[in-house]
């Protein structure tokens, strides 16, 4: 099947069921899925619901997959302009990862994959962080810093496994603004990947940080000049903020107009903060006047 957001729809899952289907597959035996991200989120679903249950055993062939979306539990599809409104959790039996697949992408997904690195080593401690800042995002990590970067995930993971406690929400730095410009793009001619919108919501949410004092702003400097340095600071897509806040209240819980994000506060510290609309427009005004420069 092909690869990308267009995979996790319900036509696709119809189509993986029916091939389960058709090859009589049962829970004695384990469905293998090899591919990126969106084919690892809508295999493990289909895998997952087939029979209540059916093992499967993923092989992530992209950055992004290596680091995140193969580790963590979760599975499932976007539903209408909703990213990953319909899923469950369940359990790879095993995460098999060659890093040799990386030397197959194209510059634009091993670059956008980075970002969700990049992303991990904020969450994690200085040393990784300034390890990061150093390398180029056109280059093949190593396996010991995959491995590491996994690590720092999992090590939210397993503290919250089920999302009950909000620890894994630090997991969603850079997100929140992200899956909207996400969402947005995917309407557009030219929809962005994943890691190039959350670096765009990434980008935003620093600026909020720093403008409201929560992080100190020769690290927010710091981390801009990477990601611009990277060609990730990217122009937004074509949107109207009706539909902007549209998307980002769908699946965001509102109280006194105020939505709750991750926002770093240091390098591997982040707080969960309410923040109001106004707020974050500001951040995403301020984005699109360093684009202009
Ligand atoms: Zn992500």
């Given at each position: 099947m092909a690869?990308?957001?267009?995979?996790?729809?319900?036509?696709?899952?119809?189509?993986?069921?029916?091939?389960?289907?058709?090859y009589r597959v049962d829970k004695g035996q384990t469905v293998l899925l090899i591919g990126g991200g969106s084919v690892l989120d809508v295999g493990g679903f289909a895998a997952a619901t087939w029979k209540r249950g059916t093992p499967f055993i993923s092989v992530p062939t992209t950055l992004i997959a290596q680091v995140d979306a193969a580790f963590g539990g979760k599975v499932g599809l976007n539903f209408r302009q909703g990213k990953n409104l319909i899923g469950t959790y369940a359990d790879p039996q095993a995460v098999w990862v060659a890093p040799d697949f990386l030397r197959t992408l194209p510059p634009r997904e091993l670059r956008a994959g980075w970002v969700e690195c990049y992303k991990q080593a904020l969450l994690s401690d200085q040393s990784l962080w300034s390890h990061l800042q150093s390398l180029s995002f056109s280059t093949i990590p190593s396996v010991e810093?995959?491995?590491?970067?996994?690590?720092?995930?999992?090590?939210?993971?397993?503290?919250?496994?089920?999302?009950?406690?909000?620890?894994?929400?630090?997991?969603?730095?850079?997100?929140?603004?992200?899956?909207?410009?996400?969402?947005?793009?995917?309407?557009?001619?030219?929809?962005?990947?994943?890691?190039?919108?959350?670096?765009?919501?990434?980008?935003?949410?620093?600026?909020?940080?720093?403008?409201?004092?929560?992080?100190?702003?020769?690290?927010?400097?710091?981390?801009?000049?990477?990601?611009?340095?990277?060609?990730?600071?990217?122009?937004l897509p074509t949107f109207t903020w009706s539909a902007w806040e549209k998307i980002l209240l769908q699946d965001k819980k509102v109280r006194n107009g105020q939505i709750f994000l991750p926002l770093l506060v240091e390098i591997g510290k982040v707080q969960l903060v309410p923040v109001s609309i106004q707020a974050l427009k500001a951040s995403v005004r301020l984005y699109q006047a360093l684009v202009a420069v």
């Open positions: 690869g990308g957001e267009e995979v996790k729809t319900l036509p696709a899952l119809r189509r993986l069921w029916k091939k389960l289907w058709q810093l995959l491995q590491r970067l996994v690590s720092i995930k999992m090590r939210y993971v397993e503290q919250d496994p089920r999302e009950e406690q909000g620890i894994r929400q630090a997991l969603n730095l850079g997100h929140t603004l992200g899956h909207v410009w996400e969402s947005l793009s995917l309407r557009t001619q030219a929809p962005l990947l994943h890691g190039e919108a959350v670096a765009m919501g990434l980008i935003q949410e620093i600026l909020l940080s720093a403008q409201t004092n929560r992080l100190p702003k020769a690290v927010a400097e710091a981390i801009l000049s990477k990601l611009r340095a990277e060609a990730l600071m990217l122009p």
